[in-house]
Structure formats: structure tokens, C-alpha cells
């Protein structure tokens, strides 16, 4: 009866407050602004938020979830270790590939709900996800370097396949290219990016190891532009390719050094609508953006663990509303830009 009484005396506490918790922006306003470019320049990249825990979503909670609280205190909010690899679903879902948890973190901005993917495996956890795309037919790609296989998940997180097969040595990043339903893999310990048809069979082997144009040493990451070219970060070449719809040496960006327009690390790749390459160098903690035909138009960011700053950040992700999602891995979190484009998109 005293258990009872308890649960009624919480509930009618819940009601009184109004049966449910408002859910507060995810990312609220910054007290100070922060763009690239500085004023008075023409913005062009400005800083949203970042998304560091679970509870970054702001749930609120509906009745069950205040009676759940205090009956059985919180919920823990779940952390991120290494996030190393982003994207979206084009919609309202982020994934997060998050190498030392060996886990996928999933954020739906809409529901506010928060979800964990692991692959059907009996430790439940991936070896080393490292990279990771969304497949326009509903399916999440992962990409597990020591694996040496990729993850094939539905809509709703199980897994449905897995695409492997001794293709593989060390896949890292991948990206699908709808127009062409090709699957690009980098794959870093083949020096090679790995090109599969739309039936996940091996459409060609691109490079081999060196430093001449269309050569890689230990490339990393691959993002195709609207019109279809190719951007590999050849990674200990201190460099991006640029490759034609039909996989021949365009041009190559950057080279080693400590300038701007130089790279000591490039890692992620993205394209933005205006096929402009977006890069991000882990070792110099920055973003840096082309043009598609190789000069520097801005970069962003500095050592530190402050909005805008970054501790060997790895993958970068641009979705359709112009929102740049960057993996800061040893800062433990997501940061999130904006950005501002020159035209209607």
C-alpha cells in the first residue's frame, strides 16, 4: 500500500507540473557570435554548438519519464570517447563512428532521442569503426578498419549484411555515390581506394603505393562533388587528389608545410553544394576550404578545446541545409558550423 500511495503521490507531482518538461533548443544561440571570415568580412563559416553527451539533445520528458526519474534517478547520459567519423540520413538522424567505445552513436534530432549500434557479433562491438556514410536506399554503412570489413545496418539499426570478403585490408572512409550507386572506400593499408558497383562487387582498384599524381600513401578518406569528381586525402602524402568522373588524375591539392593551403595531416574531405572542398588537418587542428580548382578560400580553427577549437579532429560531414559537422575526437565531441553560402542553395 505504501509503494502504491508513493507512485500516486509522484504522478499527481508530475501532472501538477504540467505532464511533460519543454524540450529546450538543442543548440541555443552563442552569448557571442563566432564567424569566419571576422567581421566586417562577408561571413562565411559560423559556429552553432557542439554535441558532447546524450543529454546534449534536451529531451524534456513526458510523464513516464519523470516518474522513471524519481523512482530510479536519471537516466546516465552516454559519452562520446573517440568520435572519429560523421554523417546524417539526409533527414533528421546523426552518426557518430566512435572508435574507442567501438560503438555507433546515434542522435535523432527530432525525437530527441538517442540510440547506440552495435553489429551483430557476439561482443557486440565493432573492432575500429572509422568511417561511415548513408546509403540513399535507407542503410547505414560502417566501415571497420581492423575488421577489415564493412557493417551494413537498416533504417531502424540491424545490421543486414556485411561486405567484406578479403576485399579489404584497412578501410577507412567511405562515401556512396548516388548518382553512380558506387561505394568508395578508402582503404589505407592497400594504399588504394577500393570501388564497389551497386551490387557490392569490385568495380575497380584505384592507385597503388607512391607519391606521383594518382599514387597514395596511406589515404584515408574519399568525397565526391556534385559533379562527380573525386577527393581522396592521401594522408602521408601530405596531400588531397583530385580525380575526373572516370578516375584520371585531375590535379593534386596541397603539400606538406605549416602554411595555409599546406597540410601535415589531412584527414576528412567533404564537398560542399558549391563543390567546394572542405579539409580537415588533424595535426594543425583546422578546416581548411577550396575551391575545385585547388586554392585556398578560408580556414577556420586552432588548437584548444574552446568553441571553434579542435584536438586532432578526424572526419567532417556537410548536410543539405549547409551544416558542417566536424568530429572532434580528443575533445570527445561533435562541433557543429554553419555554412554561409554565397548564393540561394
Same mark, same amino acid.
Given at each position: 500500500?505504501?509503494?502504491?500511495?508513493?507512485?500516486?503521490?509522484?504522478?499527481?507531482?508530475?501532472?501538477?507540473?504540467?505532464?511533460? =518538461?519543454?524540450?529546450?533548443?538543442?543548440?541555443?544561440?552563442?552569448?557571442?557570435?563566432?564567424?569566419?571570415?571576422?567581421?566586417?568580412?562577408?561571413?562565411?563559416? =559560423?559556429?552553432?554548438?557542439?554535441?558532447?553527451?546524450?543529454?546534449?539533445?534536451?529531451?524534456?520528458?513526458?510523464?513516464?519519464?519523470?516518474?522513471?526519474?524519481?523512482?530510479?534517478?536519471?537516466?546516465?547520459?552516454?559519452?562520446?570517447?573517440?568520435?572519429?567519423?560523421?554523417?546524417?540520413?539526409?533527414?533528421?538522424?546523426?552518426?557518430?563512428?566512435?572508435?574507442?567505445?567501438?560503438?555507433?552513436?546515434?542522435?535523432? $534530432?527530432?525525437?530527441? =532521442?538517442?540510440?547506440?549500434?552495435?553489429?551483430?557479433?557476439? @561482443?557486440?562491438?565493432?573492432?575500429?569503426?572509422?568511417?561511415?556514410?548513408?546509403?540513399?536506399?535507407?542503410?547505414?554503412?560502417?566501415?571497420?578498419?581492423?575488421?577489415?570489413?564493412?557493417?551494413?545496418?537498416?533504417?531502424?539499426?540491424?545490421?543486414?549484411?556485411?561486405?567484406?570478403?578479403?576485399? $579489404?585490408?584497412?578501410?577507412?572512409?567511405?562515401?556512396?555515390?548516388?548518382?553512380?550507386?558506387?561505394?568508395?572506400?578508402?582503404?589505407?593499408?592497400?594504399?588504394?581506394?577500393?570501388?564497389?558497383?551497386?551490387?557490392?562487387?569490385?568495380?575497380?582498384?584505384?592507385?597503388?603505393?607512391?607519391?606521383?599524381?594518382?599514387?597514395?600513401?596511406?589515404?584515408?578518406?574519399?568525397?565526391?562533388?556534385?559533379?562527380?569528381?573525386?577527393?581522396?586525402?592521401?594522408?602521408?602524402?601530405?596531400?588531397?587528389?583530385?580525380?575526373?568522373?572516370?578516375?584520371?588524375?585531375?590535379?593534386?591539392?596541397?603539400? =606538406?608545410?605549416?602554411?595555409?593551403?599546406? $597540410?601535415?595531416?589531412?584527414?576528412?574531405?567533404?564537398?560542399?553544394?558549391?563543390?567546394?572542398?572542405?579539409?580537415?588537418?588533424?595535426?594543425? @587542428?583546422?578546416?581548411?576550404?577550396?575551391?575545385?580548382?585547388?586554392?585556398?578560400?578560408? @580556414?577556420?580553427?586552432?588548437?584548444?578545446?574552446?568553441?571553434?577549437? $579542435?584536438?586532432?579532429?578526424?572526419?567532417?560531414?556537410?548536410?543539405?541545409?549547409?551544416?558542417?559537422?566536424?568530429?572532434?575526437?580528443?575533445?570527445?565531441?561533435?562541433?557543429?558550423?554553419?555554412?554561409?553560402? @554565397?548564393?540561394?542553395?
Amino acid at each position: 500500500m505504501a509503494g502504491a500511495r508513493l507512485i500516486l503521490v509522484i504522478l499527481g507531482l508530475a501532472l501538477a507540473a504540467g505532464c511533460a =518538461k519543454p524540450a529546450g533548443p538543442i543548440f541555443p544561440p552563442p552569448a557571442k557570435p563566432l564567424l569566419w571570415p571576422p567581421l566586417p568580412e562577408q561571413t562565411r563559416v =559560423k559556429y552553432v554548438g557542439q554535441l558532447v553527451t546524450s543529454a546534449d539533445l534536451k529531451s524534456g520528458g513526458n510523464v513516464g519519464d519523470q516518474i522513471g526519474a524519481a523512482l530510479f534517478g536519471k537516466k546516465p547520459a552516454f559519452s562520446m570517447l573517440s568520435p572519429y567519423a560523421v554523417c546524417t540520413d539526409g533527414n533528421h538522424r546523426l552518426f557518430v563512428a566512435d572508435t574507442n567505445a567501438q560503438l555507433v552513436h546515434v542522435f535523432d $534530432f527530432a525525437t530527441r =532521442k538517442y540510440e547506440r549500434w552495435f553489429p551483430n557479433n557476439p @561482443e557486440k562491438r565493432f573492432a575500429q569503426p572509422v568511417g561511415i556514410t548513408w546509403d540513399p536506399a535507407g542503410r547505414l554503412i560502417v566501415s571497420d578498419s581492423v575488421a577489415a570489413k564493412l557493417y551494413v545496418f537498416d533504417a531502424r539499426g540491424r545490421q543486414v549484411g556485411e561486405i567484406g570478403g578479403g576485399l $579489404f585490408v584497412r578501410p577507412a572512409g567511405v562515401t556512396f555515390h548516388a548518382a553512380t550507386q558506387r561505394l568508395f572506400v578508402a582503404d589505407t593499408g592497400a594504399h588504394q581506394v577500393i570501388i564497389l558497383s551497386d551490387h557490392e562487387r569490385l568495380y575497380v582498384r584505384l592507385g597503388a603505393r607512391g607519391t606521383g599524381p594518382g599514387q597514395f600513401n596511406f589515404p584515408t578518406n574519399v568525397a565526391l562533388d556534385s559533379t562527380g569528381r573525386v577527393y581522396i586525402s592521401d594522408s602521408l602524402n601530405f596531400r588531397v587528389q583530385q580525380f575526373s568522373p572516370d578516375l584520371k588524375t585531375v590535379r593534386v591539392i596541397g603539400r =606538406k608545410g605549416d602554411m595555409p593551403g599546406y $597540410f601535415s595531416q589531412p584527414k576528412g574531405v567533404a564537398v560542399d553544394w558549391q563543390d567546394h572542398l572542405w579539409v580537415v588537418d588533424a595535426n594543425f @587542428e583546422a578546416v581548411q576550404i577550396f575551391d575545385a580548382n585547388g586554392s585556398l578560400l578560408l @580556414e577556420f580553427g586552432s588548437e584548444g578545446r574552446g568553441p571553434g577549437e $579542435f584536438w586532432l579532429p578526424a572526419g567532417i560531414f556537410i548536410d543539405a541545409a549547409n551544416r558542417v559537422w566536424v568530429a572532434d575526437s580528443y575533445n570527445r565531441r561533435v562541433q557543429v558550423f554553419e555554412y554561409v553560402s @554565397e548564393g540561394p542553395s
